[in-house]
């Protein structure tokens, strides 16, 4: 059984930076992509970014490419999304999940297990 579970929220000014951790349990975890995805109130969940399985290829939604960077720990089961230059508008819960294969698509229906989300509030 894959569990993941995220840490790393929280309440941050705009322009500041915060970073996201997801902790995965489970065998074979650095077999797969990781993905990031964020959910505002009223809003569906979208993708924000993917990592492949070995971290060697990365992809971003447009609206935050230049600012966030995921990254990943194979030994530690450790997948990681730095956010900086935060905007009002990346407040979302944001949820990492395991891919179904090794390369992160942009869709939720390319992964298959997720974390609980940690909430990420950006004031103005």
């Known amino acids: 059984q894959v569990q993941l579970v995220e840490s790393g929220g929280g309440l941050v000014q705009a322009g500041g930076s915060l970073r996201l951790s997801c902790a995965a349990s489970?065998?074979?975890?650095?077999?797969?992509?990781v993905g990031w995805f964020r959910q505002a109130p009223g809003k569906e969940r979208e993708f924000v970014a993917a990592?492949?399985?070995?971290?060697?290829?990365?992809k971003y939604a447009d609206s935050v490419k230049g600012r966030f960077t995921i990254s990943r720990d194979n030994a530690k089961n450790t997948v990681y999304l730095q956010m900086n230059s935060l905007k009002p508008e990346d407040t979302a819960v944001y949820y990492c999940?395991?891919?179904?294969?090794?390369?992160?698509?942009?869709?939720?229906?390319?992964?298959?297990?997720w974390g609980q989300g940690t909430q990420v509030t950006v004031s103005s």
């Open positions: 489970g065998r074979g975890f650095s077999n797969y992509a």
């Open positions: 990592i492949s399985w070995s971290g060697s290829s990365t």
């Open positions: 999940a395991r891919g179904i294969g090794r390369f992160g698509g942009w869709g939720r229906d390319e992964y298959d297990y």
